[in-house]
């Protein structure tokens, strides 16, 4: 029998797959910061990083806001406890 997961485990799953955004979350778990910076630090450019934001905000797990001409990033309001639970269930089979 196949289980589909819920559009947010995929999403979250998705989001969590790749390093650099990995890397975004933890950043942005010790500070808020700007696409801008985010791009800066991971040497990529403004589009690359956008995206990566752009996924991340579509799991939950960053919010972004517009101040001006600045985007600002910071962690999502939305834990991992869904995806925790699957985890947990996939790890006791």
């Known amino acids: ?7 947010a485990l995929d999403a979250s799953f998705r989001a969590l797959s ?24 991971f040497q990529m450019t403004l589009t690359g990083m956008k ?11 960053v919010r972004t806001e517009k101040i001006g001409r600045v985007r600002t990033c910071r962690l999502g309001g939305r834990g991992l406890e869904a995806e925790m639970r699957w985890i947990e269930e996939y790890r006791r089979r």
């Open 1 to 7: 029998m196949v289980h589909h997961l819920p559009f």
């Open 18 to 41: 790749d390093v650099t955004r990995r890397g975004v979350l933890e950043q942005l778990g010790r500070s808020e910061a700007s696409i801008t910076a985010l791009a800066e630090k």
């Open 51 to 61: 995206k990566h934001v752009s996924l991340l905000e579509q799991a939950g797990l």
